[in-house]
């Protein structure tokens, strides 16, 4: 019976079908020719463009709530539509104002595979856009952002990267922080004593200290 299971379980990570190639919407979006400010959230959508998910949040300290949206691309022909991060934040006047917009972060409509999660959080002034894609073999990747004092524009400063292998256990994870210049690398297997994985080796490395803007990150890039 054991040996039964197990080879229904092979059998059907075999029939799963593979992750599809992480492939954004051509269309290119000229930032220059939006609209920056209005009185309302939904007059800085972009044409061709809907509101799929709002995450709302306090990115500056002002305790005045500001708003992510997560956009997609309205139907098309051609099947996959885009998605884009629109960050948007309240001003004293009470009007909105764009401070970042993120055209290739987040997967496209037909990008994720059977995994397909894509959540966004604002926590203590951090956006968290996590993102999970695949099939038998996963990848879960988690961007943090703030904004920067002196550009005041929303940037880059950690990436965390896990790959994992749903039948094995297998796993590696990648944890950046590019304000410090830190990378942790984790190898994991799975445990056959008790339920779970065990970690295998840690280890530490330099690497450069730049923070991106938003508008530059590619998920095609993980």
């Known amino acids: 019976m054991k040996y039964a299971i197990s080879s229904l379980v092979m059998a059907l990570f075999a029939i799963a079908p593979v ?32 509101v799929e998910g709002r995450t709302e949040g306090d990115l500056n300290g002002d305790r005045r709530a500001d708003t992510v949206l997560r ?4 139907a098309n022909s051609g099947g996959d539509r885009a998605r884009m991060l ?3 934040q309240r001003q004293p006047n ?30 203590n002034g951090v956006l ?10 996963g990848t879960q990747t988690l961007h943090r952002f703030w904004i920067d004092k002196a550009s005041k524009r929303l940037v880059l400063i950690g990436q965390d990267v896990r790959q994992f292998d749903r039948l094995t256990g297998d ?7 590019f304000l410090t210049g830190q990378k942790i690398t984790e190898k994991y297997r799975a445990n056959n004593q008790r339920t779970g994985t ?3 080796s840690r280890q530490r490395s330099t690497i450069a200290r730049k923070t991106p803007a ?3 990150v590619n998920i095609d890039a993980i």
């Not at 956009?71 to 309205?74: F, R, S, V």
């Not at 972060?105 to 994720?112: F, I, M, P, R, Y």
């Not at 796993?171 to 922080?177: C, G, I």
């Open 86 to 88: 629109l960050v948007l």
């Open 214 to 216: 938003i508008e530059t």
């Open 171 to 177: 796993a590696t994870r990648e944890s950046s922080n």
């Open 71 to 74: 956009l997609i691309q309205t």
């Open 128 to 137: 968290l856009v996590d993102q999970l894609r695949g099939s038998r073999d």
């Open 94 to 123: 009470g009007q909105w104002q764009r401070i970042g917009m993120a055209p290739r972060l987040l997967l496209c409509s037909s990008c994720g595979g059977m995994l397909e999660s894509i959540q966004v959080k604002i926590e």
């Open 198 to 200: 065990e970690l295998v």
């Open 19 to 50: 992750a599809p190639a992480i492939a954004q919407s051509p269309q290119k979006i000229n930032l220059a020719e939006l609209t920056t400010t209005a009185t309302s959230v939904q007059a800085l959508v972009p044409k061709g463009w809907q």
